[in-house]
Every structure is written in C-alpha cells, then in structure tokens.
C-alpha cells in the first residue's frame, strides 16, 4: 500500500505563473514532510522540508502547506521559471530518522518560457 | 568537495553475473542508504546503515547485500544479477540526527540482459 501519493505525473505551467504540486499521505503517524527536485542524470537534491507542528514553511519562491487533518501537503513555486522544470518528490518521515522516509513516484514539472 | 560519490555510472551486466556499486561520502555522514529508482515507483529504499558495522534491510532488499567497514563507504553488492534489477541506483547520506535531509550521488544505471 502506497503511504505517500503524488497522484499528478505531469504538470505544465507557463514561466511567472504559480506551480502547485500536491502529495497525500496515509500514515497518520508521519511527522516530516520533505520535497526533493530531479534533475534528468543527477541525483536528488533537497528542496524544503515541514514539521508537522507547522502548517507553512517559505523559502524563497518555494513554500510548502500541511493540512495534516487531510493529510496533504502541497508546494507552491512563485513565480515559476524554466530551471524548476525537473521532477519533484514529495518524502515523508515517521517519528524521526533518515532510514524512514518514504517517497512519492514524483511529478514531472515542465515550465514553458 | 566531492559529496556522495558512485561508481561506476553506467553498467550492463548478463544475468547471473555479480558485480558491486561503490558509494563513498567524504562529509563524515553516519547514514548511508541505497535506493533504487524505477519508471513510475519512485525511490525506493533497499538497504541502510546507521553507523560503521551497522546496516538493516529498507523496503525491497532481496538480491543485494550492504556491508559498512568505514564511515565514508557503503556499497552494494548483487550476487547473482536478474533483469529485475535493471534499473537507477542512487546512494545517499545524511547525518543520523538530520531528518531526512538526504544528499544523493548522481546515480549508478544498470541494465540486466
């Protein structure tokens, strides 16, 4: 059974425009939310992270929501340019720890100039 | 500084044939893992290490095996390689008390005749 779910494969945005991508979890037991950014042949990278004693974190143009009583979390990338166009990983933790964190499949997200 | 660091980068094997996916850190990271990342799975987790002769098995570890003599590397072994084993393998490591901030390597592809 798929704990963290990222149900959008793909999404298109037009460059100065809001991207969202979502992601639903399961486990109400996860208590750090993660968002990791592919590049095509590199590894990820860290992106934003979330307690779940939060509901918003902000760094730069990326902001991460929790609502953790739909256990959904969402980021917001404004305004979006054509170097966010990669894949994005939604990962989340319980209680703590690397060796717990569970991933998303990813949303690819093509910004167009 | 080099990061987490793969080799090699691309490898075509037949099956039955063994080989080992090397990783070394050089940011003196307690954690290592190694994740396979499969087209519409995402990552997920075959096996860790909290420490120097500690390791654990993550979500899909059957046919690999993990050893950690020293801090800095962890690698991967397949004994006896299978076609289901074709896929992109990435390394990580983080520090033990860091949630989930995981610095990837840029990834090991290995396909399986």
């Known amino acids: 059974d798929q704990q963290v779910k990222q149900n959008s494969p793909s999404l298109s945005v037009q460059e100065g425009r809001i991207s969202i991508l979502n992601c639903d979890y399961t486990?109400?037991?996860?208590?750090?939310f993660l968002w990791y950014k592919k590049y095509p042949a590199e590894g990820p990278t860290f992106l934003i992270s979330?307690?779940?004693?939060?509901d918003k974190n902000e760094d730069g143009r990326f902001t991460v929501f929790l609502n953790k009583s739909a256990k959904h979390l969402s980021l917001h990338i404004v305004p979006s340019q054509p170097g966010d166009s990669a894949v994005y990983f939604c990962?989340?933790?319980?209680?703590?720890?690397?060796?717990?964190?569970?991933f998303g499949k990813g949303t690819k997200l093509t910004v167009n100039p | 500084n080099a990061g987490v660091t793969q080799t090699p980068k691309f490898q075509v094997l037949k099956t039955g044939q063994s080989m080992t996916l090397q990783c070394a850190q050089d940011m003196n990271h307690e954690y290592m893992s190694w994740y396979r990342q499969d087209p519409g799975m995402g990552l997920r987790l075959i096996h860790y290490s909290v420490g120097a002769g500690i390791t654990d098995q993550g979500e899909v570890p059957n046919g690999y095996n993990v050893s950690r003599s020293t801090t800095e590397d962890f690698p991967l072994r397949l004994l006896s390689a299978a076609p289901s084993q074709t896929s992109v393998y990435f390394c990580a490591s983080s520090y033990i008390f860091r949630t989930g901030e995981l610095f990837f390597g840029e990834g090991s592809r290995l396909t399986v005749l």
């Open positions: 990962a989340a933790s319980a209680q703590g720890g690397s060796e717990k964190l569970v």
């Open positions: 486990n109400s037991m996860f208590d750090y």
């Open positions: 979330i307690s779940s004693i939060k």
